[in-house]
């Protein structure tokens, strides 16, 4: 797979934890929605991950895969524009994940800032266990494995990724240096063709020269351009332009990704921790129910109390769900205690419910279909599992273990 096809491809998941709600909707769903039209996108339900937290609980992760997976779809994910597939049904993975054990640093995964503090915010579970302390190395090889380019992330989430290309980084020093790597270079170099093997090597000097970035694009570049090269003398030159050995596991990069905070029912952020959400696909009555019972600024005790929109829960849903004027109707209102919060709700109701029915509607196809959504998930699997054959036979060659 060559440098350029890594950069195209972008992947992401999600555990599965039961029906979603709104804010697995506008803060992961609709930037995969609009991505999978710019990328090569993978999605993955990541119910290996779904144990390191609730191992003592498994029976109803098959279940909240299945829904997981039709929430997905009824949010505009489109097997036909994306790969969706689960997790454990792609056993490379865990192999991944089992040889670069190998080579982790113990202190690496110790440092990772999630992990004192899922300890501190799931104290009620025994979280001293391999697995949970292994979990980010796990995330590690879900993205590798698929030599993504691109990781969709909030900022909260970079450190997860920069361990990912620490790891990445360590692997292809330890086992990258091919005996003969620079003999195997320069003859691959003679192949590129007279005119571009020599555009080639004045690149790479004024990249290691001079440290011209602009070099090191064009180059790349280049290679990417290249017909005549094999897949391992490709990644060797890949690797020579910088000076490194032969580019095994791809880098990944953050992709930062608008992330609106989803504020709660409570004006939290929306959690099933805090019981403060609207499911996908929740019935309109019960939305409806929810919304109007909705807390407001405590400062409004009746009617005529004027109140701060910025204190009320309520607002903050307008703030994702309405438009500018409606926004403007609705601070003015309270501001001047011109109407009542039951009337400030209506609007929201109205939109929240409006998006619920767009949503319930195409999950209903699903819902009736369950073997449709098994044929998605089956095919998305085996999809998968054919690039991660690919990367894995990699892994085994470079260490020597390739015997089957």
Not at 188 to 193: D, E, F, S, T, Y
Not at 220 to 238: P, V
Request: glycine content about 6%; proline content about 4%; hydrophobic content about 35%.
């Amino acid at each position: 797979m060559s440098s350029n096809d890594s950069n195209q491809r972008v992947l992401s998941g999600m555990r599965p934890t039961g029906r979603l709600h709104l804010g697995h909707l506008h803060g992961v769903l609709n930037n995969w929605v609009r991505l999978q039209h710019e990328y090569e996108c993978y999605f993955f339900v990541a119910d290996y991950h779904a144990l390191t937290t609730n191992y003592e609980h498994a029976e109803n992760i098959e279940q909240f895969t299945y829904d997981t997976v039709v929430d997905w779809l009824a949010a505009g994910i489109n097997p036909g524009a994306a790969t969706v597939f689960v997790q454990s049904r792609v056993p490379e993975h865990a192999e991944l994940h089992l040889l670069l054990s190998m080579i982790t640093p113990l202190s690496w995964l110790e440092r990772v800032p999630s992990y004192k503090d899922q300890q501190q915010k799931l104290s009620d579970r025994d979280l001293a266990t391999y697995g949970f302390l292994g979990y980010p190395l796990l995330q590690a090889a879900d993205i590798l494995i698929y030599r993504a380019g691109w990781v969709p992330v909030g900022a909260d989430q970079v450190a997860h990724v920069e361990l990912t290309r620490e790891v990445a980084r360590r692997f292809n020093h330890i086992y990258g240096r091919e005996p003969g790597f620079e003999e195997h270079a320069e003859a691959a170099i003679k192949k590129m063709g007279k005119k571009a093997a020599r555009l080639y090597v004045n690149l790479r000097r004024e990249f290691v020269e001079r440290g011209d970035s602009e070099a090191l694009e064009r180059a790349r570049a280049l290679l990417a351009e290249q017909q005549n090269l094999s897949i391992g003398d490709t990644e060797r030159l890949f690797g020579y332009l910088e000076g490194n050995g032969r580019i095994i596991l791809a880098e990944p990069q953050s992709l930062l990704t608008e992330q609106p905070k989803m504020p709660g029912l409570d004006g939290e952020k929306m959690s099933k921790s805090y019981n403060n959400y609207i499911s996908l696909r929740e019935a309109a009555d019960s939305v409806e129910q929810k919304i109007r019972t909705m807390q407001t600024d405590p400062a409004r005790v009746r009617k005529t109390d004027p109140g701060d929109p910025q204190q009320c829960p309520v607002y903050g849903l307008h703030q994702v769900y309405s438009d500018e004027a409606t926004l403007n109707w609705a601070a003015d209102g309270c501001r001047s205690a011109s109407m009542g919060c039951i009337d400030c709700k209506g609007p929201l109701i109205d939109s929240v419910n409006a998006e619920q029915e767009i949503i319930r509607q195409r999950a209903q196809q699903f819902d009736e279909d369950p073997d449709l959504v098994n044929t998605i998930i089956q095919e998305g699997s085996e999809k998968a599992r054919s690039i991660a054959r690919e990367t894995l036979d990699d892994v085994r060659e470079v260490i020597g273990i390739s015997h089957r």
